[in-house]
């Protein structure tokens, strides 16, 4: 890792070369900018730039270091860099923004409502976080991705302002998403980061109206380590008389955010059972799969017809939805959430879930999907487990999850794409070593293995070494295996029956004749399925080969 300085200086260098036709000075120097026209290093160039200044594991620490001291004084420096960039709160009152927090499902209940409000005509703009495949995700106009050109614009002119004349490491991408919705759309779907009181989207202060998804616990070292803490959070958005919205939550959790509605001053009402709702056509039917979608689409429900009547408050009553609703929950899109890809024989199921709640929901929905896709095809049928955990996860808790699955094979990887970087800008974690999220496979390799009742194997096979260059393979007797990268992982796991996968090109991790001995029944089975999480960013590395249109 490049030391701070030695990353400044490469940032002006950046910087310099980025020309953009005006004469800026930095310090005295004057630095003649002129627009270059390949579009596509330009991005490459300004994501690199992104990762120097943050990757999830720096920002965590970060925050929790400045929620620890003085946490609002975070709230304070975003508003210093909005006004830095041309912006002020001020300007934030006049943008229509519907606001969502929660721990699990924040994201789909945003999706939910962003496609619904779309459908009714509302020309829409939609933040969230992470980013699956490419940084510019998560900022959407209309349900795209902002294009390259607009990205790149802005990236530099906030880097800028914010950076380099204040040395400040900042959320750049959160500063471009509200410059961007305030001249674009008619309404912006807000998603909270981490929380809801401290974080850095929390300078709203005139939401029409607030959401709050299934609380449970995460994030630990920034929010509190109980459901309590963790409650009084996320109760940080709500604003005095604007309307809020939950799913049904534990008593406890329910209880705090309560009592924060009455001492901020707003309405609080809790979402009706999916069912309930007089569809006139049967029971409603959603894009996103899995039992726990039906409570963020009811949330989804409610937060899009407050914003439709948005000077009628009627509480969270069960309603008739319009056709448009009904069509919208049924065609809304959300990659790595409970998806399903189906690859000739292999059968990918993809779920970004990283806490214990959400992986007892990914468990509940792969099982059921599983056991249909089983009951169809006589044939042998191989289950695959591709993980991996980041940050502060308690790994060995969602592998005891995972566990009931019976899985014929385990195996691991880091969030690294591929070995050769060049092209993963938008997916490359420079604060993190590599050896360090190859132990962590290694050590889920092992707490697997103690949970099926086998033992790593001794000796220098499964042993981490790394000189030079990344190992090629960890092995052990059992039917785990711990790959370098996720695309070797892919490529092992399907053999060259995945066409899709296939063009992404043959092989280039020589495997040893043992191991490709041990891929025999992945080769005969008449089908394939493979579970992908723990990770949103694992689940992002691979539908990056996956689904190739999110990289295009």
């Not at 420096?77 to 001020?90: N, P, W, Y």
């Not at 707490?447 to 052990?476: D, F, M, Y």
């Not at 590395?541 to 295009?552: E, Q, T």
Request: net charge positive.
């Amino acid at each position: 890792i490049s030391p701070a300085p030695t990353r400044k200086r490469a940032i002006l260098g950046l910087w310099v070369r980025f020309r953009v036709g005006v004469t800026a000075r930095v310090r005295g120097l004057g630095l003649r900018i002129i627009k270059q026209t390949c579009v596509r290093v330009c991005v490459q160039e300004a994501v690199c730039a992104l990762n120097t200044l943050q990757t999830n594991v720096s920002v965590l620490d970060q925050v929790q270091r400045e929620r620890s001291e003085l946490p609002e004084l975070q709230l304070q420096a975003m508003r210093g860099f909005l006004h830095r960039t041309g912006l002020t709160v001020d300007k934030l009152d006049h943008l229509n923004i519907i606001h969502v927090t929660g721990t699990k499902g924040k994201g789909s209940t945003c999706a939910f409502t962003e496609r619904i409000l779309r459908d009714y005509g509302f020309r829409t703009g939609f933040y969230s976080s992470p980013h699956l495949v490419q940084v510019r995700e998560r900022i959407r106009i209309n349900g795209q991705p902002i294009s390259k050109e607009l990205f790149t614009k802005y990236f530099w002119e906030v880097l800028f302002t914010n950076v380099l004349i204040t040395k400040s490491r900042v959320n750049i991408v959160n500063y471009s998403e509200q410059y961007l919705f305030i001249q674009q759309v008619d309404l912006a779907v807000i998603e909270v980061g981490i929380g809801g009181a401290y974080d850095c989207t929390n300078i709203i202060r005139k939401p029409w109206v607030c959401g709050i998804s299934s609380l449970g616990i995460d994030h630990t070292s920034i929010l509190g380590n109980t459901i309590e803490e963790i409650a009084w959070q996320k109760a940080g958005i709500f604003k005095p008389g604007v309307p809020v919205f939950t799913v049904k939550q534990l008593d406890r959790p329910m209880t705090v955010l309560q009592d924060r509605a009455k001492e901020i001053g707003c309405p609080l009402w809790v979402c009706p059972d999916l069912e309930q709702y007089e569809s006139g056509a049967g029971p409603l039917s959603l894009g996103l799969a899995g039992q726990q979608q039906r409570c963020n689409a009811s949330l989804a429900l409610q937060l899009s017809k407050t914003w439709l009547q948005r000077y009628r408050q009627s509480g969270a009553t069960a309603f008739k939805p319009s056709p448009i609703m009904v069509k919208g929950l049924e065609v809304t899109e959300w990659p790595g959430r409970t998806q399903t890809l189906r690859h000739g024989p292999v059968t990918y199921y993809l779920d970004g879930a990283h806490t214990t709640g959400s992986m007892q929901a990914c468990v509940h929905w792969f099982s059921q999907e599983i056991q249909q896709e089983e009951s169809s095809n006589r044939s042998p049928v191989i289950r695959v487990l591709l993980f991996n955990t980041t940050g502060e996860r308690d790994s060995a808790a969602m592998l005891k999850l995972l566990e009931p699955c019976q899985f014929d094979f385990a195996v691991f990887c880091p969030n690294i794409t591929e070995t050769i970087t060049e092209n993963n800008a938008d997916q490359q974690n420079f604060n993190v070593s590599v050896e360090n999220m190859l132990t962590r496979c290694l050590d889920n390799q092992i707490s697997w293995q103690s949970l099926s009742g086998t033992e790593t194997k001794q000796g220098s096979e499964s042993e981490l070494l790394i000189k030079g260059r990344l190992p090629l393979l960890a092995k052990t007797r059992t039917h785990t295996m711990v790959f370098p990268c996720i695309l070797s992982a892919l490529q092992w796991i399907s053999q060259g029956r995945d066409a899709v996968l296939a063009a992404a090109g043959s092989p280039y991790l020589p495997v040893q004749p043992s191991v490709t001995a041990k891929a025999e029944p992945l080769r005969e089975a008449a089908q394939v399925s493979v579970l992908v999480t723990g990770s949103l960013h694992l689940v992002g590395g691979v539908l990056k080969y996956l689904d190739p249109s999110l990289a295009s």
